[in-house]
């Protein structure tokens, strides 16, 4: 009986406790954005989280998994497979990776497609890397990006950005709020980038970052 007793209070205090977390969260979806970074993407979404006032308990990100398109996702799969063993689990799971150099590309993004539970687990991809959607604030552009002997194809990109952006460096704390005012046009030349980029049977350059994007801007609606 005091084993019962004992069991019983355990699990009022766990309903308890998810009651409480529950409690905290504004009424829209929960949400988990793992990247494969610690400094540009966490950064532009945690300043994009505080910009639109999205409640932090309801946006989780991390870039605490290395740089490996399959370290992110396996970063993303282990805190959903955690939160919902608590019973709370994410409504949808962002990994937010870049073709860059990577081995583990394209086998990553066809194993987050599969991932289940379906509709659950989304990629946010950009070739070469997300200094292209950045790029596409300022300019509409599908020139390829190579590595050269002297710098790899993300590096290219990245001197592109810095003619517009020439302080530009992977710290920067307020990189969603400084380019906010061209959102709409960087959405617009992503979505024509990858119709370009379908016609010419290529990814390189490409970027979907924008469909995450949105889901934020659309939480509280």
Known sequence: MGSDDLFHKRKAKVAETLSRRKAKRASYEKILI???GEKTEPL???DLVQDKKLNSANVEIDGSCGSSPKSVFERALALWENENRKGDPFDKVFCVI???NHDSYEETVARIARQEPEGTFFSATSVPCFEYWLLLHFEYT???YSATQSSTSAEEVIKDLRRYMPDYNKGDTQIYTN???QLDFAKANAERSLEQAASAHTDNPTTNVFNLI???L???E
């Open 142 to 144: 599908t020139k390829p």
């Open 44 to 46: 532009y979404f945690t």
């Open 98 to 100: 870049d073709r860059d």
């Open 218 to 220: 659309q939480l509280k």
């Open 34 to 36: 793992v990247c494969e």
């Open 179 to 181: 380019l906010r005012a």
């Open 214 to 216: 949105d889901v934020l």
